[in-house]
């Protein structure tokens, strides 16, 4: 056996243990991860904070109920995000803290764990300049993503590092002015009729290049806002025959040539309201021409913009007359017109988030991911946009904004390819929910309460047990449970080869700066820990009682530093790499020091012995076999 072990890495030997657990029950007593975002006055308090689990249990007590029913089953989602403008992507790379933010956006266990990123090609309101990709006419022979190898294809393959989920909704702002009947990028203008088939060769060669850049594309729409003239800033106009001929004759064609046949290509792009009322133009499109376009349109996107609340409503519209066909949502903003912090997360969640989703929407996306304090940089457009991310290069620095926390707490326990389900959803001014099925088979349910002034009670009902929650006013929470990866387990005791004790969490507390002993084993919740893999061999080591990651205090390169719990940050002081030694024990090595965890004392020392991290010394006190716990 501890030969077999010592040729193993551990995250094989973690796989085959796992396979020889019993099944976990379906819902009794089965642990829910909680994240929660609180508001207080104008201002959020807490921040997508990991909270102590819940659990499923016998229902109890009167609370109104909200039921997760997965048998009524909704749409598939593909991602939430935001824009990567050439604003963003410039701040971002040319930022001090640029790890941080790109781990704060992209990464499932330490930030938000965003999934889809939407792409202008090109120019757009937000760019430190106006340009295409070929901006010399008369033919395609300069065409070149040159712009981008600077500081755009950088990010999106970092991005794509981080969480390889992600996928790319790219989108043309404008043709190059010499495609277009005004010879303007700006002041709108529409396509030359001579220039279809090279504009549709345009976005092939768009699609090769990032292609061979190591970023796939995942969809393309026709034209951002193609009913937008703005003479600021690089727009194109496009009507709906335009945009049906276009698709189906010139670039699904190209893009199939081409062997991209599983690019999507989606049509509109532009608000929910178009002039007086609800926007024609999607179904214009699908009907043009004996519907034409329907073999070579995926689906159709909206925006926010000029349009009264609750407009998301004409997604279903949509839905109702192309049931086959997708729909997205890919643009709104926040602004500084609105300081209100606490009202501004509310309302993202209520209009840019459930509502559509609620009304068939497989993504969700903000739009600018980053601006600097001035709003910028751009060329023309919007001139108090907020980013999700306020990022100051003059300083080093970067705030995260509140629209950052309303996406995040659907990106963080939604996974692509998941399906939204049934879930009791109480209204405005009361508990609202969403409810998801990851391809893991772990559940997502989001909770938002709207009353802004009272603190309201629930329960989850889901598979015949329940657990009980309360949420304060303007607050929402994201719920986790189940599932075959990621910090619900496997759940290991650490038992030290020395004591035969286990590591275990004092008090028990759920909080910050908690210390690490050794305690005689038992079953309980403080004593059981996932590994869950960061890279190059490393992994945070999750505790089941709090969510929370074994850290060595202020990342200190002592020995005898103390070991504590802390929220997960990312940090090299919270990764350790299991390394198996003999007899079936291991030892964990932390990333920042290359030092162990040790047991002070252990041989003379009974129960409350301190965690500490030491140089290996290849004594028992620094070894410990993983025990699965059911």
């Avoid at 329960?459 to 986790?480: D, I, M």
């Avoid at 969510?547 to 997960?568: E, F, L, T, Y």
């Avoid at 790499?577 to 291991?586: D, E, L, N, R």
């Avoid at 002070?600 to 716990?629: I, K, P, Y």
């Amino acid at each position: 056996m501890s030969s077999w072990l010592s040729r193993v890495p551990l995250q094989g030997l973690l796989l085959a243990a796992s396979t020889l657990l019993p099944p976990v029950a379906s819902a009794a007593n089965e642990t829910v991860r909680v994240w929660l975002t609180t508001t207080s006055g104008s201002a959020l308090a807490k921040k997508l904070n990991a909270e102590a689990n819940k659990a499923f249990g016998p229902e109890t007590g009167s609370a109104t109920a909200i039921d997760v029913n997965e048998g009524v089953t909704y749409q598939t989602l593909d991602g939430f995000g935001g824009a990567l403008t050439d604003s963003s992507a410039w701040l971002i790379f040319n930022s001090p803290q640029r790890t941080a933010i790109m781990n704060d956006l992209f990464s499932v266990s330490a930030g938000a764990g965003q999934s889809a990123i939407r792409l202008p090609m090109g120019a757009s309101d937000f760019s430190r300049n106006n340009y295409t990709y070929d901006d010399t006419c008369c033919d395609l022979n300069d065409f070149s993503v040159g712009h981008d190898t600077a500081y755009i294809l950088p990010l999106l393959k970092q991005a794509r590092a981080i969480n390889p989920e992600v996928k790319v909704f790219a989108v043309p702002w404008s043709a190059p002015a010499w495609m277009k009947f005004n010879n303007s990028l700006t002041g709108g203008g529409y396509l030359r009729n001579d220039l279809y088939g090279t504009y549709a060769n345009y976005f092939v060669r768009f699609v090769q290049a990032y292609q061979a850049n190591g970023v796939p594309i995942h969809a393309l729409s026709l034209q951002n806002e193609p009913h937008n003239a703005n003479g600021g800033y690089a727009t194109m106009q496009m009507e709906s025959n335009d945009q049906s001929v276009f698709a189906a004759q010139y670039l699904r064609p190209a893009l199939n040539a081409a062997g991209f046949n599983g690019v999507k290509v989606l049509a509109w792009d532009h608000n929910w309201h178009d002039g007086s009322g609800p926007a024609g133009y999607p179904h214009e499109v699908m009907a043009y021409n004996g519907g034409q376009a329907q073999n070579a349109v995926a689906g159709v996107a909206y925006h926010c913009y000029e349009s009264p609340e609750g407009s998301y409503s004409v997604q279903s519209a949509f839905h109702d007359a192309y049931p086959a066909k997708e729909v997205h949502f890919t643009e709104c903003t926040g602004g500084f017109w609105a300081t209100n912090a606490a009202a501004n997360l509310e309302w993202a969640l209520q209009n840019n988030l459930f509502g559509p989703l609620r009304h068939w929407s497989r993504t969700s996306f903000y739009w600018n991911l980053a601006l600097d304090p001035n709003h910028g940089p751009r060329v023309g457009g919007c001139a108090d946009c907020r980013g999700m991310f306020t990022v100051d290069n003059a300083n080093g620095t970067y705030t995260r904004n509140e629209e950052y926390y309303a996406w995040a707490h659907l990106a963080k326990v939604v996974r692509p390819g998941a399906v939204r389900v049934g879930a009791t959803s109480l209204g405005n001014n009361n508990v609202e929910t969403l409810a998801f099925r990851n391809p893991d088979g772990s559940r997502a349910l989001i909770a938002l309460n709207s009353n802004d002034g009272a603190t309201l009670s629930f329960k989850v009902r889901w598979n015949g047990q329940a657990f009980e929650y309360t949420l304060p006013p303007r607050s929402v929470a994201s719920f986790q449970w189940g599932g075959t990866s990621g910090p619900q387990g496997p759940w290991y005791r650490l038992v030290n080869k020395a004591t035969g004790k286990c590591v275990d969490i004092v008090g028990p507390s759920a909080a910050d700066g908690t210390g690490l002993h050794q305690w005689a084993c038992h079953t309980g919740a403080s004593q059981q820990w996932s590994l869950v893999a960061t890279d190059s061999g490393y992994s945070r080591l999750v505790s089941r009682h709090s969510g929370k990651a074994v850290d060595v205090a202020d990342a200190s390169q002592a020995d005898g530093a103390r070991v504590q719990q802390w929220s997960w940050a990312g940090g090299a002081n919270q990764q350790f790499k299991p390394v198996a030694t003999t007899g079936g024990y291991t030892r964990f090595e932390a990333r920042h020091s290359g030092k162990v965890l040790d047991v002070s004392n252990c041989w003379s020392s009974g129960d409350g012995a301190a965690v500490q991290q030491w140089v290996w010394s290849n004594n028992d006190c620094q070894q410990f076999r993983l025990e699965a716990m059911p």
